[in-house]
């Protein structure tokens, strides 16, 4: 079964520093998500990507963060100048056009800002 | 508005008997997609069963069905024979438009489910 690798699964960073998060997506997969999930609440909508270029995004997703597809195979997210409201858990998803369209999210990468 | 609603914070059941989990959903769209995805304590997400608007037949994945009432706007998800595995949070989330585009999905609040032996 093609799966969604994140890395790392844990990262703890100091208030201000910059983290990147790193994901694997399906190789044939076209499209590419973040989510978060801040602890015991829902999972929220960050940012979506198709085609090299975001096509969507939250009100969550401010200039703080961005997204890249360096080279074809790994999306990252990047957080520029962390806050202690970042901690969360990060879910990159990435979606093909197969018959019930869902996503196939990773494992994630619980994030602490300390 | 909220997108999806789930309203149950907290569901128990007895090992082997069946659960409904319930949704709600929200949406002027003729075209949508609803989902069922599993969190147990590990945190990842895992896909459970999904529901087209065009569908007719309610979806089924092994034990797990979903009740589509299109009229109600609920999409709510039965589980037969609950197993000790299956205690996790449950989501149900929505996919606005038509397939094949990269819209978001909205995620209800969850609701754990707790199977007792």
């Known amino acids: 079964e093609p799966e969604v690798t994140q890395t790392p699964s844990h990262q703890v960073t100091q208030m201000g520093q910059e983290v990147i998060l790193r994901c694997v997506p399906i190789?044939?997969?076209?499209?590419f998500y973040w989510y978060r999930q801040i602890l015991g609440q829902k999972v929220e909508f960050l940012v979506s990507?198709?085609?090299?270029?975001?096509?969507?995004k939250s009100e969550i997703f401010d200039d703080q963060f961005s997204v890249e597809r360096p080279d074809g195979s790994n999306f990252t997210l990047k957080i520029r100048s962390t806050k202690l409201e970042d901690s969360a858990m990060y879910f990159c998803?990435?979606?093909?056009?197969?018959?019930?369209?869902?996503?196939?999210f990773g494992s994630g990468t619980r994030l602490t800002v300390v | 508005a909220q997108k999806i609603t789930q309203t149950q914070p907290g569901m128990f059941v007895q090992e082997k008997e069946a659960v409904t989990l319930d949704c709600t959903y929200d949406?002027?769209?003729?075209?949508?997609?609803l989902f069922w995805y599993k969190q147990p304590s590990s945190g990842e997400m895992i896909f459970l069963i999904y529901?087209?608007?065009?569908?007719?037949q309610n979806a089924t994945e092994g034990r797990y069905s979903l009740n589509f009432q299109k009229a109600r706007k609920s999409a709510n998800l039965v589980i037969s024979a609950s197993q000790l595995g299956d205690s996790a949070m449950y989501f149900c989330?929505?996919?606005?438009?038509?397939?094949?585009?990269?819209?978001?999905?909205?995620f209800g609040t969850g609701t754990s489910l707790t199977v007792i032996p």
């Open positions: 998803a990435s979606r093909g056009q197969g018959v019930h369209y869902g996503y196939t």
């Open positions: 190789s044939n997969h076209l499209y």
């Open positions: 990507f198709y085609n090299n270029e975001i096509s969507e």
């Open positions: 949406t002027s769209d003729q075209s949508y997609g």
């Open positions: 529901q087209g608007s065009y569908d007719e």
């Open positions: 989330a929505m996919r606005e438009g038509i397939p094949n585009t990269g819209n978001q999905f909205y």
